[in-house]
């Protein structure tokens, strides 16, 4: 039998998807446990939610290292004590380098509000609306040592209507942000996720890879 996956969080801010995260391990839905929170930031709303839910909650400031490799060793360390077999990166504002990287191989995943490869970076909702794109969107993808350049897992476009502006947009894409993240995360968990080069082939449960199709393409226009 399977072991229940551990998942470690690593959040700088409010947490909405670490949120969407904790609801579905509650309901069952996640096929895994989160084992720790983990923040940069001392005052993140995201370590408030974990405590909420039961989740143990740290504060890891990169201040207190002499070094950002010294920092994520710490970093390993708090993680691999607590048996976390997946790290998912929810707003955590630092890049991560190959000090954290290696001891992770295949095993850190990221969501980014928008339809990489296009508009990586921060504030990528605003950068899409700008530029005028017609549709925006959120991927979820394994993390390398780029800026939003690992493989792609799952995507989910985002019409961009005529009235939108740069903030309704940011809150329509991260309504679909909180769907992707856990299905992406149960999809790790239940063994269904398989890297080839930069391609995640995804072995989907019978029939769930066209009911989702359908819920995406059903989306607001």
């Known amino acids: 039998m399977r072991s229940v996956l551990r998942v470690g969080v690593l959040a700088s801010g409010r ?20 084992a720790v929170v983990v923040s940069n930031r001392r005052g993140a709303q995201a370590l408030d939610r974990a405590r909420a839910a039961g989740v143990e909650a740290l504060h890891l400031g990169p201040g207190a290292y002499p070094s950002r490799e010294d920092y994520e060793r710490a970093l390993v360390g708090v993680l691999r004590a607590r048996g976390v077999g997946l ?46 794109v017609k549709v925006a969107g959120c991927t979820v993808h394994f993390v390398d040592e780029g800026t939003d350049t690992g493989p792609v897992i799952l995507q989910a476009a985002v019409p961009v209507l005529e009235a939108d502006t740069a903030e309704t947009l940011a ?42 199709a359908a819920a995406w393409s059903g989306l607001r226009c």
């Open 15 to 34: 947490g909405t998807n670490l949120q969407a995260i904790l609801d579905a391990a509650a309901s069952g839905s996640l096929g895994a446990e989160v």
């Open 87 to 132: 790290v998912a990166l929810a707003g955590f504002m630092l890049i991560l380098g190959p000090t954290f990287l290696d001891a992770f191989p295949g095993r850190v995943m990221n969501i980014h509000p928008a339809l990489l490869p296009a508009f990586p970076g921060v504030e990528a909702q605003k950068q899409a609306w700008e530029y005028g």
């Open 171 to 212: 809150a329509r894409i991260l309504e679909q942000e909180h769907r992707l993240y856990p299905l992406s995360i149960r999809l790790f968990a239940e063994g269904r996720l398989r890297l080839e080069g930069r391609r995640v082939r995804i072995d989907w449960p019978p029939g769930e890879e066209r009911s989702v």
